[in-house]
């Protein structure tokens, strides 16, 4: 059973840099890690994701500003939030799948964090 735990969530000002972390356990060869976030009132909405081959993928809204990678001696993968905005502001979740589908949507995962908060405050 994959397990998963996200450190790094705090409060920060616009304009700052955050990085999240998230531990994975029990997880296969073959799997695919991924960064969503919600904001109050909203829908949880994918942010990034990366294969067990190391392939990363992400949200049109977010490219190049919030890079993911992963660190395989710890199992765990990382998301760079670079410049954050008010709009930021959200509870970030991550996420696991077996397989090699670079999935989108939180149908597509099987297993969650608990999700941790990042507030980004004007």
């Known amino acids: 059973q994959v397990q998963l735990v996200e450190f790094g969530g705090g409060l920060v000002q616009a304009g700052d840099s955050l990085s999240l972390s998230c531990a994975a356990s029990?997880?296969?060869?073959?799997?695919?890690l991924a960064w969503f976030r919600q904001g109050a009132g909203k829908e949880r909405a994918f942010v990034a994701g990366?294969?067990?081959?190391?392939?990363?993928y992400y949200a049109d809204s977010v490219r190049a500003r919030l890079p993911i990678s992963r660190d395989n001696g710890r199992n765990t993968f990382n998301l760079q939030m670079h410049s954050l905005k008010f709009g930021a502001t959200a509870v970030y979740y991550c996420?696991?799948?077996?397989?090699?589908?670079?999935?989108?949507?939180?149908?597509?995962?099987?297993?969650w964090g608990q999700g941790i908060q990042v507030t980004v405050s004007s």
């Open positions: 029990g997880t296969s060869t073959s799997y695919v």
């Open positions: 990366i294969t067990s081959s190391g392939v990363s």
């Open positions: 996420a696991a799948r077996m397989g090699i589908i670079r999935s989108r949507t939180p149908n597509g995962f099987a297993s």
